[in-house]
C-alpha cells in the first residue's frame, strides 16, 4: 500500500521518476447547499471546468474529501459548512515541467489580442494549442505558458492555480474564441455567466455527410464510453449521463463524389459538455471532418 501510494505521486519522464504535488481545490458548503449532494454541489462550483460525470468519477477514485475524509459516494448528503476538497494529480505544478514548456516557447504567438481592459483579455486561439497543461502533454507550451510569459502570475487571476486566468476552454485542435481573466472578481464573474448560460456560444464546423435536416437540435444525454473511459458517447437514457444541446444549421453543402458529402455548419450550443459537439455530431454518423 505505501509502495503505490509513493509511486502514484511520481511521474515517468527520461528514464527516472519525477515527484509532482497534487492540486487542493477547496470549497466551502453554503446555507443554501445544506442536504444537497456531493456531486451536485461540486457541478455548481466546477461546472465551468469539469463536466458532472468527470467529477463523479473523481468522486469514485477518492479523490474528494469532506473534512479531510475521504468521500466515495456521489449521492452524498453534505452539511452546512463542510469543507470538500477536489484533489487533482496532475503534473501541472512540477515547476521543472513549466520550465521545459517555457523554454520552447520562444517569440511566437498563438492567439490574437481581439479585446483587453483591466479585467479581461479577449483572444482568438489559435488551433493546435492546448489550453493548459495535462499529463498528455507535460512538456509542450500551452496557452497558460504563453500567458505566463507575458503577464506573469500577478496579472491573472488564480482562483486555479495550475490554470491562471482560464475560465473556460476549448480543444487543443479548435480555434476560437476565448475569455482570459485578469482577477478573480472578473473570473467569478464570467464564470457565473458560464454557469448561468447567459453567454452565447457559437461555432462554425465542417462534418462528414449531410444531416437529415438542414437545422435541427440535437438532444441525446452524453455519458462516458462503455469501453473507454477517456471517450463520450450518448445515450438516449434519460437518467443517464447529463444533458446536452446542440443547434445547428447548416450553412453550405459539397457533393465531392456520389457518396461522398462535406457540410458546413453554424452550431450554437445550450450546454457546455466536454467534446459536446464533437460526440452529437459523430452520434449522428456525421462527424467533425478530421476528427
Same mark, same amino acid.
Given at each position: 500500500?505505501?509502495?503505490?501510494?509513493?509511486? &502514484?505521486?511520481?511521474?515517468? %519522464?527520461?528514464?527516472?521518476?519525477?515527484?509532482?504535488?497534487?492540486? @487542493?481545490?477547496?470549497?466551502?458548503?453554503?446555507?443554501?447547499?445544506?442536504?444537497?449532494?456531493?456531486?451536485?454541489?461540486?457541478f455548481s462550483k466546477? /461546472?465551468?471546468?469539469?463536466?458532472?460525470?468527470?467529477? %463523479? %468519477?473523481?468522486?469514485?477514485?477518492?479523490? #474528494? +474529501?469532506?473534512?479531510?475524509?475521504?468521500?466515495?459516494?456521489?449521492?452524498?448528503?453534505? &452539511?452546512?459548512?463542510?469543507?470538500?476538497?477536489?484533489?487533482?494529480?496532475?503534473?501541472?505544478?512540477? $515547476?521543472?515541467?513549466?520550465? +521545459?514548456?517555457?523554454? @520552447?516557447?520562444?517569440?511566437?504567438?498563438?492567439?490574437?489580442?481581439?479585446? *483587453?481592459?483591466?479585467?479581461?483579455? #479577449?483572444?482568438? &486561439?489559435?488551433?493546435?494549442?492546448?489550453?493548459?497543461?495535462?499529463?498528455?502533454?507535460?512538456?509542450?507550451?500551452?496557452?497558460?505558458?504563453?500567458? +505566463?510569459?507575458?503577464?506573469?502570475? *500577478?496579472?491573472?487571476?488564480?482562483?486555479?492555480?495550475?490554470?491562471?486566468?482560464?475560465?473556460?476552454?476549448?480543444?487543443?485542435?479548435?480555434?476560437?474564441?476565448?475569455?482570459?481573466?485578469?482577477?478573480?472578481?472578473?473570473?467569478e464573474f464570467i464564470?457565473?455567466?458560464?454557469?448561468?448560460?447567459?453567454?452565447?456560444? *457559437?461555432?462554425?464546423?465542417?462534418?462528414?455527410? @449531410?444531416?437529415?435536416? +438542414?437545422?435541427?437540435?440535437?438532444?441525446?444525454?452524453?455519458?462516458?464510453? $462503455?469501453?473507454?473511459?477517456?471517450?463520450?458517447?450518448?445515450?438516449?437514457?434519460?437518467?443517464?449521463?447529463? /444533458? =446536452?444541446?446542440?443547434?445547428?444549421?447548416?450553412?453550405?453543402?459539397?457533393?465531392?463524389?456520389?457518396?461522398?458529402?462535406?457540410?458546413?455548419?453554424?452550431?450554437?450550443?445550450?450546454?457546455?459538455?466536454?467534446? %459536446?459537439?464533437?460526440?452529437?455530431? =459523430?452520434s449522428k454518423h456525421? $462527424?467533425?471532418?478530421?476528427?
Open positions: 500500500s505505501r509502495r503505490y501510494a509513493t509511486r &502514484k505521486n511520481l511521474n515517468w %519522464q527520461k528514464g527516472k521518476y519525477r515527484r509532482y504535488t497534487p492540486t @487542493k481545490l477547496t470549497l466551502k458548503v453554503t446555507n443554501d447547499q445544506n442536504g444537497t449532494r456531493l456531486d451536485n454541489v461540486l466546477y /461546472s465551468s471546468n469539469w463536466s458532472k460525470t468527470q467529477l %463523479q %468519477q473523481l468522486v469514485a477514485e477518492g479523490k #474528494v +474529501l469532506i473534512n479531510d475524509d475521504v468521500c466515495l459516494k456521489k449521492s452524498k448528503k453534505v &452539511k452546512r459548512d463542510e469543507q470538500v476538497q477536489l484533489i487533482i494529480e496532475d503534473q501541472t505544478n512540477d $515547476p521543472d515541467l513549466h520550465g +521545459l514548456r517555457e523554454s @520552447k516557447i520562444g517569440n511566437e504567438s498563438n492567439y490574437d489580442v481581439i479585446f *483587453e481592459d483591466s479585467d479581461v483579455i #479577449v483572444i482568438n &486561439k489559435y488551433p493546435g494549442i492546448a489550453v493548459h497543461p495535462s499529463d498528455g502533454i507535460p512538456k509542450t507550451p500551452t496557452l497558460v505558458d504563453y500567458l +505566463l510569459s507575458i503577464y506573469g502570475s *500577478e496579472g491573472l487571476s488564480n482562483i486555479q492555480e495550475n490554470r491562471p486566468g482560464i475560465v473556460h476552454r476549448l480543444d487543443k485542435d479548435t480555434s476560437g474564441i476565448m475569455i482570459i481573466c485578469k482577477n478573480n472578481e472578473s473570473h464564470s457565473d455567466q458560464f454557469r448561468n448560460r447567459t453567454i452565447t456560444k *457559437e461555432y462554425f464546423a465542417i462534418i462528414v455527410g @449531410k444531416l437529415p435536416k +438542414l437545422s435541427g437540435t440535437i438532444t441525446d444525454r452524453i455519458v462516458h464510453h $462503455p469501453k473507454n473511459f477517456i471517450k463520450n458517447a450518448t445515450t438516449e437514457d434519460e437518467t443517464e449521463g447529463v /444533458s =446536452a444541446i446542440t443547434h445547428y444549421n447548416t450553412i453550405k453543402q459539397w457533393n465531392i463524389t456520389d457518396t461522398i458529402a462535406y457540410t458546413m455548419l453554424q452550431i450554437h450550443i445550450e450546454t457546455g459538455r466536454t467534446h %459536446q459537439i464533437r460526440v452529437h455530431l =459523430a456525421c $462527424p467533425v471532418a478530421g476528427d
